[in-house]
């Protein structure tokens, strides 16, 4: 019989995070939710196991309260993912924070903490799961991404720059694990109903000029982001690293220009 295989899912306790530990504990995954909210976080996993079985001795979901702006706790985080169940086979960057500000107002403290959350944490969850993955023979990454990073977005400087520099480093982990059977891919959500752009989808005037410019008229539900983060981190993406996925209801497709 086959192992039953670990993912880790960095900001696993709110929106596309919990989307995803959701697919995962729905398909059998056992699942390690890594977020610093402790409070949404294990309100996830008990109804998890309500709803997808396991107990406490056969316990399929577990929690790892984590500031993934901290090197350290990045480490402990991906020790814990494997002790806990043995393996780490799947790891989901997904924990990111918005950044604000055009660039001549920009705080120097701000912008850091961006890079922090949104880059460091991936190089440093990414190598200290590599070191595990290499070792097992085995392992896939997702790293969520942005069209953010894909092209520029007024306003989002240190965000837009954060997302760029992750689909590179994707890319370039791809290759340098190519030969190992470890795949390296990344999503590019555009605009998710989720708490990070509350403020714009509850804001009216906001909110239609934003939805205008998404071809299909709407934001993704998570659950339509956790769709292609499952697919890309099974077997049917054999084929599959290096790529950048955007998942925008096609507004990359688009130039831009008026219609
Ligand atoms: P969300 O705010 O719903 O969830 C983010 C989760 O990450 C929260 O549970 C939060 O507690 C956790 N988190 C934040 N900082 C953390 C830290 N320092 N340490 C540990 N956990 C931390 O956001 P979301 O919309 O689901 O975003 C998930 C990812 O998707 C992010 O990387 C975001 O940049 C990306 N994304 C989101 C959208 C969107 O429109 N919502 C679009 C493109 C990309």
């Known amino acids: 019989m086959s192992h039953r295989k670990t993912v880790l899912v960095t900001g696993g306790a709110s929106g596309i995070g919990a989307a995803t530990v959701t697919r995962f504990a729905s398909d059998g995954f056992n699942v390690v939710i890594a977020d610093r909210n402790q409070e949404a976080a294990t309100e996830l996993k008990d109804s998890l196991l309500n709803r997808f079985g396991g107990d406490a001795n056969d316990n399929c979901v577990d929690i790892f309260c984590v500031d993934v702006s901290q090197q350290d706790q990045v480490q402990g985080m991906v020790a814990f993912a494997q002790q806990r169940f043995g393996s780490l086979d799947i790891l989901v960057n997904n924990a990111g924070r918005a950044g604000s500000g055009p660039v001549a107002t920009a705080d120097a403290e701000h912008w850091q903490k961006v890079m922090d959350v949104n880059l460091n944490a991936v190089f440093w969850a990414s190598q200290a799961s590599l070191k595990i993955m290499l070792e097992q023979g085995s392992g896939t990454i997702i790293n969520v991404a942005s069209i953010s990073g894909l ?109």
């Open 151 to 259: 092209g520029g977005d007024y306003g989002f400087s240190s965000y837009s720059a954060s997302k760029a520099a992750v689909i590179n480093f994707t890319r370039t982990t791809a290759l340098d694990h190519a030969r190992d059977n470890i795949r390296v891919n990344a999503v590019c959500p555009g605009a998710v109903a989720t708490p990070l752009i509350e403020g714009v989808l509850n804001n009216e005037a906001i909110s239609e000029r934003a939805l205008e410019a998404i071809p299909m008229g709407r934001p993704a539900e998570p659950e339509e982001i956790a769709n292609v983060i499952r697919f890309l981190s099974s077997d049917e993406a054999s084929f599959m690293t290096g790529a950048i996925i955007p998942v925008d209801g096609g507004i990359t497709a688009w130039t831009g220009q008026a219609k």
